[in-house]
């Protein structure tokens, strides 16, 4: 009985640790708030002809974006930066050096400046 009614009051947002490499589904307007500094590998057709990265993929103007193979775009988040994205996708975190398997840590639905 306790168990439950500790589990009520908290209002702790999950976490989810994602291995580099491991693809991920992100689902629309789900904000993610990195525990861990990252970079997340989106596909570039989340953006259509008409619309601007910012009004797609949301976050602090400081976050990193670049698009060097032009099939994905990289997006770097450092700790507490929250990010969500305005379309569901495939996402995955990119590793640092070819021997990262280090896990970064997200909190899931975090409520964090999303702009």
């Known amino acids: 009985m306790l ?14 640790s994602q ?21 997340i590998a989106l596909p570039t057709a ?3 002809a008409d619309e601007s990265i910012g009004s797609v ?3 602090p103007d400081d976050m990193g974006f ?5 099939d994905l775009i990289f997006i770097r988040v450092t700790a507490g930066m929250t990010v969500s994205v305005a379309k569901s996708c495939q996402a995955y975190v990119v ?13 899931i639905g ?6």
């Open 46 to 48: 989340l953006i259509d």
């Open 3 to 16: 168990d439950f009614i500790r589990r009520l009051f908290s209002s702790q947002p999950p976490v989810a």
């Open 95 to 107: 590793p640092d050096a070819d021997d990262d398997t280090a896990p970064r840590r997200f909190q």
């Open 66 to 70: 670049s698009a060097p193979d032009g």
């Open 110 to 115: 975090a409520r964090g400046s999303v702009t």
């Open 19 to 39: 291995p580099p490499g491991d693809v991920f589904p992100w689902p629309a307007n789900q904000p993610l708030t990195a525990l861990d500094a990252a970079t």
């Open 57 to 59: 993929i949301r976050g």
